[in-house]
């Protein structure tokens, strides 16, 4: 365990809730009369600071990022794929506890094992030391994966984009207008018009006003030949 917390760089003060994280199921089957306990527990927890962390590095590091496309990148973030790439990166299955048959089956390069492991140390980091120490590790991982997705083309910045164009001419400016909303409050469309002085130039809609910008602003680039 001490070799594994130089890998995580993180020290625990409660040496046992690093043991219990790495703690598979199948070995505390397999040692039944030491009563030992297993990660799955720390693994539920672990899944909601993961979640936690992540929407709050997003919301305030991506504002540029409209409601559905912060869910999106989030679910990639979180999901079981991106949390194996996570767990391979500290060469996890190394350290975990495991049964012999499950070790010797491919248990250690398992992905749902891997990844609940790594949801079952990062709540082991948070009750050991605190949200801060738990975020910090895990965004020593999604804060790469969240630039390469925000530089994707799934998550362009339109607003930004046509506001960068029309500043190259002085005296030009842009507003953005809500024209319509409508449906139920759980599920509103709002639509948006971008102004260029007084001249509608897009229009678009989405499920917040971000959104509608988002899509307002794409289709005056289109318009502008961009």
């Not at 995580?8 to 043991?19: A, H, M, P, Q, V």
């Not at 630039?147 to 799934?154: I, L």
């Not at 639509?191 to 602003?217: F, M, P, T, Y």
């Amino acid at each position: 365990m001490e070799e594994f917390e130089k890998v995580i760089n993180y020290t625990f003060k409660d040496k046992e809730l690093l043991k219990v994280a790495l703690t598979h199921s199948s070995y505390a089957n397999e040692h039944k009369k030491q009563h030992l306990k297993y990660n799955e527990r720390l693994e539920f927890l672990g899944d909601a600071v993961l979640s936690i962390s992540v929407s709050d590095y997003i919301f305030n590091n991506c504002p540029q990022l409209p409601e559905g496309d912060l869910t999106k990148l989030r679910a990639s973030l979180v999901c079981e794929k991106s949390l194996f790439v996570f767990a391979k990166k500290i060469n996890l299955g190394k350290y975990i506890y495991l049964s012999n048959g499950e070790r010797k089956g491919g248990g250690a390069e398992r992905p749902s094992i891997l990844s609940d492991a790594f949801e079952a140390v990062i709540a082991a980091i948070y009750l050991d030391g605190g949200m801060e120490k738990a975020s910090e590790f895990v965004l020593s991982f999604v804060v790469p994966e969240i630039k390469n997705h925000t530089a994707g083309k799934n998550f362009k910045d339109y607003k930004t984009k046509l506001q960068e164009i029309i500043q190259r001419n002085p005296g030009e400016t842009l507003q953005y207008e809500v024209v319509d909303v409508s449906g139920p409050d759980h599920n509103r469309h709002f639509v948006v018009e971008v102004h260029l002085n007084s001249n509608v130039i897009g229009k678009g809609g989405g499920r917040s006003k971000k959104d509608a910008e988002q899509q307002a602003a794409r289709e005056a680039l289109e318009l502008m030949g961009y």
